[in-house]
Nanobody, 125 residues
Framework: VQLQASGGGLVQAGGSLRLSCAAS????????MGWFRQAPGKEREFVAA????????NYADSMKDRITISRGNARNTVNLQLNSLKAEDTAVYYC???????????????????WGQGTQVTVSS
C-alpha cells in the first residue's frame, strides 16, 4: 500500500488547512487510516484516525476541538481539516494506514503498517 499526502503549506495563526491522503495498492480501501505529526525536536504524536467506512473516528485530546478527519468519496482517501491553527501545530504530518479489522483505531504509531512521506505544515505567528 502506498500513501500520498498533500495539502500542507504555510498559513498564519488562526487559519485553516486541509490535508489529504490517497492510498493505492491492494485492499487499501479496507484499512483504517489516520494522521500523525512530528514537530522539530519532538516525538511523533497521534493526531486522528478513522475507520475504513468512516463511521468511527478517534482524535488526540489536545486537538479534537480544532480538527476533523473524514473519508473522501473514494474510500481510499482520507482528509484532515485543521482549524484555528497555532504556531505549535507546525510539524510534518504523516498519513498512516493500519492493516487491521477496519474498526480498531490505534493511537500508537507502532501499530500502523503503512506511512506516507509526510507533508509540512508551517504556522506563522
Amino acid at each position: 500500500v502506498q500513501l500520498q499526502a498533500s495539502g500542507g503549506g504555510l498559513v498564519q495563526a488562526g487559519g485553516s488547512l486541509r490535508l489529504s491522503c490517497a492510498a493505492s495498492g491492494r485492499t487499501s480501501t479496507d484499512y483504517p487510516m489516520g494522521w500523525f505529526r512530528q514537530a522539530p525536536g519532538k516525538e511523533r504524536e497521534f493526531v486522528a484516525a478513522i475507520s475504513f467506512k468512516g463511521r468511527r473516528a478517534n482524535y488526540a485530546d489536545s486537538m479534537k476541538d480544532r480538527i476533523t478527519i473524514s473519508r473522501g468519496n473514494a474510500r481510499n482517501t482520507v482528509n484532515l481539516q485543521l482549524n484555528s491553527l497555532k504556531a505549535e501545530d507546525t510539524a510534518v504530518y504523516y498519513c498512516v494506514a493500519h492493516r487491521g479489522n477496519g474498526v480498531y483505531l490505534p493511537t500508537n504509531q507502532y501499530e500502523y503498517d503503512y506511512w506516507g512521506q509526510g507533508t509540512q505544515v508551517t504556522v506563522s505567528s
